[in-house]
């Protein structure tokens, strides 16, 4: 078992930026892929990004190619998601999510076991 709390949403303008950390606990942190997803108002949860138990692959979506960075601190047991040239679509809530199937889908949310309460962001136009 793995516990997940996120934290660093917010509320931003549009072309600004914002950084979110997980903090995980219960668990050896590096037997996990660490991933973020995000959940719009009215919308489905989508897959955002993920970095490979070790730290050293890391996937995006499309949407957020280029724009944001995830990150793992092994020995802090943290990952983090540097987001940029934030816009008003990336409004949601973000989830932190962690599981040990590492040969299992990366993009897929039925993926992950572990979950966070999700964070709020805000980007204002």
């Known amino acids: 078992q793995v516990q997940l709390v996120e934290s660093g949403g917010g509320l931003v303008q549009a072309g600004g930026s914002?950084?979110?950390s997980c903090a995980a606990s219960g668990s050896t942190?590096?037997?996990?892929?660490?991933a973020w997803f995000r959940q719009a108002l009215g919308k489905e949860r989508e897959f955002v990004a993920a970095v490979s138990s070790g730290g050293g692959v890391t996937y995006y979506a499309d949407s957020v190619k280029g724009r944001f960075a995830i990150s793992r601190d092994n020995?802090?047991?943290?990952?983090?998601?540097?987001?940029?040239?934030?816009?008003?679509?990336?409004t949601a809530i973000y989830y932190c999510a962690a599981t040990p199937r590492l040969n299992r889908a990366i993009m897929a949310s039925a993926t992950y076991n572990y979950w966070g309460q999700g964070t709020q962001v805000t980007v204002s136009s």
């Not at 020995?75 to 990336?90: I, R």
């Open 18 to 20: 914002l950084r979110l």
């Open 29 to 34: 942190f590096t037997g996990y892929r660490m």
């Open 75 to 90: 020995a802090k047991d943290t990952v983090h998601l540097q987001m940029n040239s934030l816009k008003p679509e990336d």
